[in-house]
């Protein structure tokens, strides 16, 4: 473990910002966070893990402590279900990959989504019709306070729709250290009905799909869709579906007859973000260094050299102009730092 000055923060963040941090610090172990987090000279810290869900729009005047946390065991299993805990810095994809070569199954189509498994409980990641929580176990995170450990079951982590504690109450106050997962070994409840897995598996010739099968479709549908952010800077989906009421709902359909809508409950309605984003012309748009994906209207993007401020600025038009048109208020779903 070193402590390194005035280092760049554009290969720490998928975005790639170049943002400068004026104290930074990688640390592997328990014992390493610890002893960072207990330092008295840095009052103003940061956790950082894979940068996938987050914008960085100034520099950093404090310490950036990027967790670094590996290690893939199982810690218990019967002839159904494994229970797998993976550290915080492994690379969620990464993870996905060796729970299927393991046939483990439930996180299938979560593949590809950018980020560690450290942050993926945060916002309760999820795609194709599967959640986090779906699979969530327990996760263990230490006090930024107090060093100490908790353990957070399913219902102490009060998960939502991209939303947890760790986005709310307990905000700032931790730092996840492990997840543990509940995976079936046998039996696999397979999520093929969301978006367009089915025709991606039948286009590829499949009638019984494995849990295998599912990955490479979701990876295809994603990598069609997608940019990579190695190649093009971004955070995946910048936005939330928003919920509306089916009464406002109706409204809009009298203008607009192809409004898609997904049913949350008997009062409301998930719209798609991007077909809103779509619709009021922004899809596809560039500024200069940045503007919002070719394939899909959620991913705002770096081209080359942007500043988080300008892609900030975008997003607030965005906000702004789906407020004018739809009457409908969009909420960022990464983090403004």
């Not at 690379?91 to 199954?105: A, E, L, T």
Request: aromatic content about 10%; overall charge neutral.
């Amino acid at each position: 473990m070193k402590l390194k000055k005035n280092i760049s923060l554009k290969p720490f963040n998928t975005f790639g910002i170049d943002a400068l941090a004026t104290n930074f610090v990688c640390v592997s172990s328990i014992e390493e966070l610890k002893e960072v987090l207990t330092l008295k000279n840095y009052p103003n810290k940061l956790i950082l893990g894979g940068g996938s869900n987050m914008l960085l729009t100034k520099d950093y005047d404090g310490l950036v402590i990027h967790v670094n946390l590996k290690g893939i065991e199982i810690v218990s299993e019967d002839d159904d279900f494994v229970y797998v805990k993976a550290f915080a810095g492994e690379v969620w994809h990464d993870f996905v990959m060796w729970c299927i070569h393991n046939n483990f199954g439930g996180i299938e189509n979560l593949s590809l989504i950018p980020g560690n498994v450290g942050t993926a409980p945060i916002q309760n990641i999820g795609a194709y019709g599967v959640e986090l929580k779906d699979v969530f176990e327990s996760c263990e995170a230490m006090s930024l306070e107090t060093t100490s450990i908790k353990t957070f079951n399913k219902q102490e982590c009060r998960f939502d729709y991209r939303n947890s504690i760790f986005k709310q109450e307990a905000k700032g106050q931790f730092t996840i250290t492990s997840v543990t997962f509940k995976l079936t070994k046998r039996n696999h409840q397979l999520h093929i009905n969301y978006g367009t897995i089915s025709s991606q598996l039948e286009a590829m010739q499949i009638e019984n799909p494995t849990i295998q099968d599912i990955s490479k479709a979701v990876i295809y549908i994603r990598e069609s869709k997608l940019p990579n952010p190695k190649i093009i800077g971004n955070s995946g989906s910048f936005f939330k579906n928003p919920l509306v009421s089916k009464a406002h709902y109706n409204k809009l359909l009298q203008n607009f007859e192809d409004m898609p809508s997904y049913p949350v409950s008997d009062t409301e309605v998930k719209i798609p973000a991007g077909w809103l984003i779509e619709k009021a012309g922004f899809k596809g748009k560039r500024f200069g260094d940045y503007g919002v994906h070719k394939n899909q209207a959620l991913v705002l993007v770096n081209y080359g050299n942007a500043k988080g401020a300008d892609i900030l600025k975008l997003s607030e038009l965005i906000q702004s102009t789906i407020a004018r048109l739809f009457e409908i208020s969009i909420e960022a779903e990464v983090n403004i730092l």
